[in-house]
């Protein structure tokens, strides 16, 4: 990389991707995906948005106090109530960032924050000025740059660097540029603010019309040095620009990129896996480099060209993003020490021996079941378990389902609530119907299932279903999962974990409410 320039990753999977409905994860699991982005050497972690609410907040500076070597940022609207809490939240960071940002386009302007456009800039800057006080790290993002006139752009860029920031954000927020015109813009504004050279140009680009990463990779070709995405394109709506297709874009065409990151790219498919696993969001497929098709030849052409010279029809090495440590396997005699190794590799930490005993006493169980056991049922396994640890509310004492030809399906379920021991059973039209009916009789959340989803975890009929259920209530929606090698109990769980979710957690702000 002697030669080349650095190109800034900004992960912004705990703030925007969480954002995506259902996403939202736990401070524990915030931090064990940030723990992952770090040993990815990712350079800046965007933790979260601390004035949404207190749990925001805790765990933006739970994050700031675990992380060391990358920055962690928070997320504040240009008003002096967010920059405060930000500046609270990160005040014990090893390096810190406070990212700011106020609308600048004129529908955002007029119909959202109703001010005019000197009011908006009036309003960044003192941001931006107040942002300085806590920390000489601070990025202003004009948000939906996108849609906003190039002049407008320049003078609030040209003011808020004078003001003191030292990133600058150009969001494509609504998804709504397309590649050389956004890399136009990027290289304009570049080009006409006077002191641009005193700050990196950054871009946030949302996937409305699937060009996110094409949008961002435009952008660096147009002197963009800091691309903002999220670990499997998680994000708002259609997401964000994902990581792994940007760094491993950059990195594969280095012949016409000038720059490149510092990403340790064997990380990717475990942080892919781990954010799949805590979000309970799949990954498709089919999806560049992390989907698990992305290194498999079908063809018998395409087979018999690898099998020649792998670079017929490879433009990147499998192990290079992490796919081949990925397919280790464990089995029921592979000890203690092993087990936890393995987790430590792929990131996975207790926080005591006793979590640690109790996820060992489940391999042990599932090795019964399940002859070889890969990566991936590990993680599904230690997610099981941090989900039973943190959502006690409701739990799974026993269930029994009958499914017969002819016959309608019966669930019984035995379930303790608040620590108090409760029997239901429901018939449904399939077991997992029936299942779900006899656990809403006695929670009785009165939420609406939205999704149901299986995913089997590794190949095999004696592979773990992977089960999640999206629960909605008033507005609120909640991902619930769960695995096991009988996907009627997986459902179960996901159904359970699902119901914790919806009655313990509470709504959050938006970023994108306005509130100015
Ligand atoms: O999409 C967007 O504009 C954002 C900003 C807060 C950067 O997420
Ligand atoms: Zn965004």
């Known amino acids: 990389m002697s030669n080349k320039d650095s190109l800034i990753i900004f992960d912004t999977t705990l703030r925007d991707g969480e954002q995506s409905p259902g996403a939202s994860m736990t401070k524990d699991e915030k931090i064990r995906i940030a723990k992952a982005l770090e040993k990815m050497r990712v350079d800046v972690i965007e933790a979260g948005f601390p004035i949404a609410s207190p749990g925001d907040f805790e765990s933006v500076q739970a994050v700031a106090r675990t992380i060391t070597d990358s920055t962690v940022c928070g997320l504040a ?196 896996r781990l954010v799949s696993n805590i979000t309970g969001f799949p990954v498709q497929p089919n999806k560049a480099v992390v989907g698990v098709n992305a290194f498999a030849h079908e063809s018998g052409i395409h087979q018999d060209g690898v099998l020649k010279s792998r670079e017929t029809y490879e433009i990147m090495r499998a192990e290079d993003v992490g796919w081949a440590q990925n397919r280790m396997v464990m089995g029921k005699h592979s000890g203690r020490s092993a087990f936890r190794a393995r987790l430590e590799e792929l990131g996975i930490e207790f926080s005591s021996e006793e979590e640690l005993n109790d996820a060992f006493r489940r391999f042990k169980d599932l090795a019964d079941k399940k002859h070889e056991i890969f990566d991936e049922d590990l993680q599904a396994l230690v997610t099981d378990v941090s989900i039973r640890a943190e959502n006690e509310l409701v739990n799974l004492i026993s269930m029994k389902v009958c499914s017969e030809t002819g016959e309608t399906p019966t669930a019984k379920i035995v379930l303790t609530v608040d620590g108090e021991e409760i029997a239901g059973e429901s018939t449904g039209g399939g077991p997992v119907d029936a299942t779900f009916r006899a656990i809403e009789s006695l929670v009785e959340t009165g939420s609406e299932l939205q999704l149901y989803s299986v995913n089997a975890i590794t190949s095999g009929t004696d592979a773990q279903g992977e089960v999640t259920v999206r629960l909605e209530k008033g507005g609120r929606i909640v991902n619930g999962q769960g695995a096991d090698t009988d996907i009627v109990i997986a459902s179960a769980k996901a159904y359970i974990n699902a119901c914790n979710l919806i009655m313990h957690g509470s709504k959050r702000a938006h970023p994108q409410s306005g509130g100015v």
């Open 77 to 272: 609207r240009a008003l002096d109530r967010d920059i405060d809490r930000a500046g609270e939240a990160l005040k014990d960071a090893n390096s810190g960032r406070i990212h700011t940002f106020i609308a600048t386009s004129p529908i955002h302007m007029e119909q959202k924050l109703r001010m005019s456009p000197d009011q908006v800039m009036e309003q960044a800057v003192k941001a931006v000025k107040r942002a300085r006080r806590y920390t000489d790290n601070v990025e202003f993002s004009a948000e939906d740059a996108g849609r906003s006139e190039i002049d407008f752009l320049c003078r609030i860029v040209e003011a808020a660097i004078k003001a003191g920031a030292n990133t600058i954000n150009i969001p494509d927020t609504v998804g709504y540029n397309v590649p050389w015109q956004f890399g136009n813009t990027v290289s304009e504004i570049i080009e006409r603010v006077p002191n641009s050279d005193q700050a990196i140009f950054s871009v946030h680009c949302h996937n409305d019309l699937g060009l996110a990463t094409s949008n961002s990779l435009s952008a660096v070709l147009n002197g963009a040095r800091q691309v903002e995405c999220t670990i499997n394109g998680l994000g708002e709506r259609a997401g964000n620009a994902s990581l792994e297709e940007v760094v491993m874009t950059v990195r594969t065409r280095s012949d016409i990129f000038e720059c490149d990151s510092n990403l340790d790219a064997t990380q990717i498919v475990t942080c892919s």
